[in-house]
């Protein structure tokens, strides 16, 4: 036992546990202010619309409307404008992330990080508080705010998760990026804890909260985090190895400043040595190109994959509220605490996933069985009866085949694409590769936005959860190739093991 211990003290350092850590909360700060959008929506409207107190009196005719610096006649109008705003959001989102993976992998990932959440909770502070101060409502100035927060957003997740590929190895990889990529998930209960204390005093409020800690966050990633292990004199010798072997730097655990001169070049690791020859500089990664990525084994099929997966996952986080209040009539708040549970399932599942991916030391295998999975609990959880416990079980069993294998892909899974052998190791790719996959996984997610409302209101929800089943059978459909590849490599080793035996 103690030298399980020693060996895992030897393989993580304290430099690894605050990269986790740092990464981890940036995205949860991100994604809570994500979520305080979708929480706030009926109060937006609600503002962005007459209040008639009356049904008998009659409706208020445009200038009235203007005058009273409301935006829309009614709240259908607004609440197709939010959904409008979604739309607009993801697809710059979308397009942001290929554009923010490459400059991830030429520019110092720590600046890119805190540019896009300090500037993300800026506009967010613009959009939901400093315009309702002012009272300065415009249809054209929320969409481009909408635009721009879309594009400063998307640098964070590739910087995230390509400072993690840069802290832990390959082997133990699935298990603790499938911890990490919980983030999302609690960032969605925090958001929808934050917003909930404050919106008595109106939604502005919540826009205030979420974007000041979002800031001070960024702020804090900005001086603390260590985007590589060579920043610290740790390498990683082995991406196969059971753990990140680390070896140490003495000259780069120099202060930047020091009394000593040329007798410190004598020392090795706090020892003085009688020689040391000088070692050679290495020479640093080239970033590759935008299409060099895209054509790197597995980028393509796992990309199309996830725009599948990502598209009925996202319509779980921007419609299930509305789903439970209005197809069960639960009040607003009993939906909304309601929904935390599918995050639950999604945070445990990715986690156990990615723990069993490590273990078989295949990706695609462990996807293909929760996909198979995942449309039985569609399945399922569209017969739910009107009882909350039940729809509870079902909905954190959904989360936990959706959600995990959305995680797994997002982060674990983008880390190895980025970090495969094909690079040889002298070729810059993890962000670059890691925008693409989640770049086209928002891209399906912004068209599924409308499809679900289109088919909602003309099918009705049984038919939505057709649709949800029919795109997670497509997810298992363009990684066929990679799963039977997979489970012949896993054939094969069987094999030789029974004949060593």
Known sequence: MPSICCGFQSQYTYHHLLAFLLTFFSYVLLHASRKTF?????????????SIQNDSLPAFSPSQTWEEHRLFADEEEATLFLGALDTIFLFSYAIGLYISGMIGDRMNLRYVLCFGLCGSATVEFVFGTLTEWLHLYNVYLYCGLWVLNGLLQSAVWPCVVAVMGNW??????????????ACASVGNILGAFLASSVLKYGYEYAFLVTSVVQFAGGVVVFFGLL???KEVGLYLESETGLGPVVKRDSESQRPLMSDEEEDDEGRDGGYYSVEQPEAPKEEPPQPINFLQAFLLPGVLPYSLAYACLKLVNYSFFFWLPFYLSSNYGWKEAQADRLSIWY???????????????????KRAPVLAVSLLLAMGALVGYSHSPDDQVVNAALLATTGFFIGGPSNMISSAISA??????????????LATVTGIVDGTGSIGAAGGQYLVSLIESRLGWMCVFYFFIIMTGGSILFIVPLIYRELRSMWRDLRGLNQQL
């Open 38 to 50: 979708s929480n706030v929506k009926v109060s937006i409207s609600a503002q962005w619309t007459p």
């Open 168 to 181: 832990f190895g390959k082997s133990g990889r699935g298990f603790v990026f499938g911890l990490w990529s």
């Open 227 to 229: 985007t590589s292990p």
């Open 343 to 361: 995050d639950v399932g999604g945070i445990v599942g990715g986690t156990v996933q990615g723990l069993v991916s490590d273990f078989l030391g």
């Open 416 to 429: 190895d694409l980025g970090r495969q052998d094909a690079l040889r190791g002298s070729q810059e790719a």
